[in-house]
């Protein structure tokens, strides 16, 4: 792998939330022993059920949260207590929905030069041209400048907030579900301009989806995230060709099939998630897993190396009673 531009280590999230008018408190583990590392260049995709910390770990990225406890390096630096200027200027979001990430009351040329004007880069004229060069990359005509949001497209609209995100370099990109509200035809289109993009700056990407389809056409390794964990780490082709955690196997048996006579896939996970504020004891998805022993009650699986990544799976941790060599799932 190429040198890491960004890091996470052991990073955790704990929130104080109240339950009922008259409820004390309780932790709740939003982001649980979180480490990571991209390559300058690389995509990582992240994948799992709504609510297993995925958005709150790009708010930690993006620093709009600080994490519990852990670090967060990019380029070697911990970002805690940086500069939240310095920090926007090397890490940069694309959020999911582009009707609500944009100011309805601007035009897109006020939204788009809306970073070099909070940083102070340039005068007027070297702001608008900036503006003009970055829309150009993105597919965009010049005569939407003086337009509104509401005026395009949503297509349009997360072109606008790609040209946003890229206008002044950044290093790193999260890319939180960016697709998941446009039509499948518009979808791929915004797909291969963020990968020409990536090819053209040398972006790292943190993309993060439900679409499995998606992941595999952009991503170069995926993580699949847990109630908070990471349970397993692989590159994107020795993910999709054989997952080593059931839950990552299950997340791949529940993508739909253009054929309606397979119907709606069953992932055997039942259609409970469980409660983040009183977790299972042990390995958290044991209550959900086919393959689940009395050890997995017992015991939180530690991350191993499988193959070409990680996984936290007691069958394939050799200093546990359930290791199995030979199993895949």
Do not use: W
Not at 38 to 61: D, F, H, W
Not at 70 to 83: F, H, K, R, S, Y
Not at 148 to 168: D, F, H, K, N
């Amino acid at each position: 792998m190429t040198a890491p531009v960004l890091e996470l280590k052991n990073v955790a999230k704990t929130y104080r939330v109240k339950q009922g008018l008259f409820g004390k408190p309780k932790p709740l583990t939003a982001v649980n022993d979180v480490s990571l590392t991209l390559g300058r260049g690389e995509v990582l995709g992240l994948v799992g059920e709504s609510g297993c910390g995925k958005s709150t770990l790009a708010k930690i990225l993006l620093g709009l949260e600080a994490p519990t406890s852990g670090q967060v390096l990019v380029d070697g630096e911990e970002i805690a207590g940086q500069d939240r200027l310095a920090l926007a200027r090397r890490i940069q979001p694309i959020f999911q929905d582009p009707y609500s990430s944009l100011n309805p009351r601007k035009t897109i040329a006020d939204i788009v030069s809306l970073p070099l004007r909070v940083h102070g880069i340039g005068d007027s004229a070297s702001r608008a041209k900036s503006v003009r060069e970055t829309l150009d990359l993105v597919g965009l005509p010049a005569r939407v400048l003086n337009t509104y949001p509401s005026q395009m497209s949503g297509g349009q609209r997360q072109r606008v907030a790609i040209a946003r995100a890229l206008i002044m370099r950044p290093e790193i990109v999260i890319c939180d579900e960016p697709t998941s509200a446009l039509d499948v035809s518009v979808q791929s289109q915004i797909l291969n301009l963020l990968n020409e993009l990536r090819e053209e700056f040398g972006l790292t990407y943190l993309f993060i989806s439900h679409d499995l389809a998606v992941v595999e056409h952009l991503a170069t390794r995926v993580a699949v995230m847990y109630l908070g964990r990471i349970v397993e780490e692989a590159p994107v082709a020795a993910l999709f060709d054989a997952p080593r955690h059931p839950y990552a196997r299950a997340l791949l048996n529940s993508v739909l099939t253009p054929d309606p006579a397979q119907g709606v896939p069953d992932t055997q996970l039942g259609a409970a998630y469980p409660n983040p504020i009183a977790p299972p004891p042990g390995c958290h998805f044991h209550p959900r897993c086919p393959f689940a022993q009395d050890h997995c009650k017992a015991a939180a699986p530690r991350s191993v190396p499988v193959g070409q990544g990680h996984v936290k799976c007691h069958l394939h941790d050799p200093d546990t009673p359930m290791y199995r060599p030979d199993f895949t799932v």
